[in-house]
């Protein structure tokens, strides 16, 4: 009996996560951009949402407007996802070394859950703050708002263009990039309100404004949460089904069986697999090693996978198997 192990994606732990070809449903493609270029897009994003949000501040104080004052909170979040992206790409971008063996890769991924939590706590403060000014309306100054918020949407239509051209496969990058257009979409509604406010002094617009700018920051909180999540409880990755790819394995020439098969993602869009494959007494290992990985490489975008492959004993009953253990999940035979 022998075992054969692979680590495919070994060898590439010094390229940047989109510097790669990824393939996916059988058809590659590159992304056409690199870490650098994404730190660049970034960067510049960051200087215009921070250029912005202090004169936003200074705008909503003088307008009375709490929407305004929550745009704000909003791209102080917008800032600090961008600030977070930027570290976790310099982080996830080192070696492997020492006891971290996948290096900090899922630095992006802390990254993105704090944005989320961010997003959520403060959802929280501006639905309580606008119930508040729902019941017991302030003056607001609807032109002070309409002009800030058309400003807002100038600046935040830039900053969202930028990010678009980066990797967005990236959880980190696709994270900052939602609080951008979840605020470009809360400044429209604060510019509708300060419309509302101007032409009809029904104030309480100001608070409607906010209610929605906080329904948003919960909806992109919770996204961001409920990913980030997944990738730390080790959940496959969308789109793809750990049975689906056990059965086809169990279907390759020479495969008894699939068993102990486990599919992760390192962090968002490096996807890992390992199995347990046992194979015909007289099966080449190498060979069916080398047909699985091109199996989950071509058809799922699966380039890090660890195999090990055993021999059948040659006494086996046909339609059974000797496991090397007992099997973890579903085991899969032709």
Same mark, same amino acid.
């Given at each position: 009996?022998?075992?054969?192990?692979?680590?495919?994606?070994?060898?590439?732990?010094?390229?940047?996560? $989109?510097? %790669?070809?990824?393939?996916?449903?059988?058809?590659?493609?590159?992304?056409?951009?690199?870490?650098?270029?994404?730190?660049?897009?970034?960067?510049?994003?960051?200087?215009?949402?921070?250029?912005?949000?202090?004169?936003?501040?200074?705008?909503?104080?003088?307008?009375?407007?709490?929407?305004?004052?929550?745009?704000?909170?909003?791209?102080?979040?917008?800032?600090?996802?961008?600030?977070?992206?930027?570290?976790?790409?310099?982080?996830?971008?080192?070696?492997?070394?020492?006891?971290?063996?996948?290096?900090?890769?899922r630095a992006e991924v802390v990254s993105a859950q704090i944005n989320g939590l961010t997003l959520l706590l403060l959802a929280a403060?501006?639905?309580?703050? *606008?119930?508040?000014?729902?019941?017991?309306?302030?003056?607001?100054?609807?032109?002070?708002? !309409?002009?800030?918020?058309?400003?807002?949407?100038?600046?935040?239509?830039?900053?969202?263009?930028?990010?678009?051209?980066?990797?967005?496969?990236?959880?980190?990058?696709? *994270?900052?990039?939602?609080?951008?257009?979840?605020?470009?979409?809360?400044?429209?509604?604060?510019?509708?309100?300060? @419309?509302?406010?101007?032409?009809?002094?029904?104030?309480?617009?100001?608070? @409607?404004?906010?209610?929605? @700018?906080?329904?948003?920051?919960?909806?992109?909180?919770?996204?961001? @949460?409920?990913?980030?999540?997944?990738?730390?409880?080790?959940?496959?990755?969308?789109? !793809? +089904?750990?049975?689906? !790819?056990?059965?086809?394995?169990?279907?390759?020439?020479?495969?008894?069986?699939? %068993?102990?098969?486990?599919?992760?993602?390192?962090?968002?869009?490096?996807?890992?697999?390992?199995?347990?494959?046992?194979?015909?007494?007289?099966?080449?290992?190498?060979?069916?090693?080398?047909?699985?990985?091109?199996?989950?490489?071509?058809?799922?975008?699966?380039?890090?996978?660890?195999? +090990?492959?055993? $021999?059948?004993?040659?006494?086996?009953?046909?339609?059974?198997?000797?496991?090397? *253990?007992?099997?973890?999940?579903?085991?899969?035979?032709?």
């Amino acid at each position: 009996m022998s075992a054969q192990e692979t680590e495919s994606g070994h060898g590439h732990d010094g390229d940047t996560p $989109h510097e %790669h070809e990824h393939v996916h449903g059988g058809h590659g493609h590159q992304h056409g951009v690199n870490a650098d270029a994404d730190r660049r897009y970034l960067t510049t994003a960051l200087i215009l949402i921070t250029g912005f949000l202090a004169i936003e501040v200074a705008a909503g104080i003088i307008a009375g407007s709490l929407a305004l004052i929550s745009d704000a909170g909003h791209m102080l979040t917008d800032a600090a996802a961008i600030a977070l992206a930027l570290v976790a790409m310099r982080l996830a971008a080192r070696k492997a070394q020492g006891s971290f063996t996948y290096g900090l890769q899922r630095a992006e991924v802390v990254s993105a859950q704090i944005n989320g939590l961010t997003l959520l706590l403060l959802a929280a403060y501006f639905t309580f703050e *606008g119930v508040r000014r729902l019941i017991s309306p302030v003056q607001v100054a609807g032109g002070v708002v !309409i002009v800030t918020a058309l400003v807002g949407i100038a600046v935040n239509v830039a900053a969202a263009w930028l990010l678009a051209k980066a990797n967005r496969t990236s959880l980190n990058v696709e *994270g900052a990039y939602q609080h951008i257009l979840n605020d470009l979409y809360a400044f429209i509604g604060t510019a509708v309100s300060g @419309v509302v406010v101007w032409l009809t002094g029904w104030n309480r617009a100001d608070a @409607v404004a906010t209610l929605v @700018v906080a329904a948003l920051m919960a909806r992109a909180g919770w996204n961001l @949460v409920r990913e980030a999540g997944r990738i730390f409880m080790e959940a496959a990755p969308h789109g !793809i +089904q750990p049975d689906e !790819i056990g059965a086809r394995a169990a279907a390759l020439d020479h495969v008894v069986e699939v %068993h102990d098969l486990h599919l992760w993602e390192v962090s968002s869009g490096r996807p890992a697999l390992s199995a347990h494959i046992l194979v015909a007494p007289d099966a080449d290992c190498h060979a069916v090693r080398a047909a699985a990985e091109e199996l989950v490489q071509a058809g799922h975008g699966i380039r890090h996978t660890t195999l +090990q492959v055993d $021999h059948v004993p040659a006494d086996t009953a046909p339609g059974s198997a000797v496991h090397c *253990g007992e099997p973890h999940g579903p085991v899969h035979r032709k």
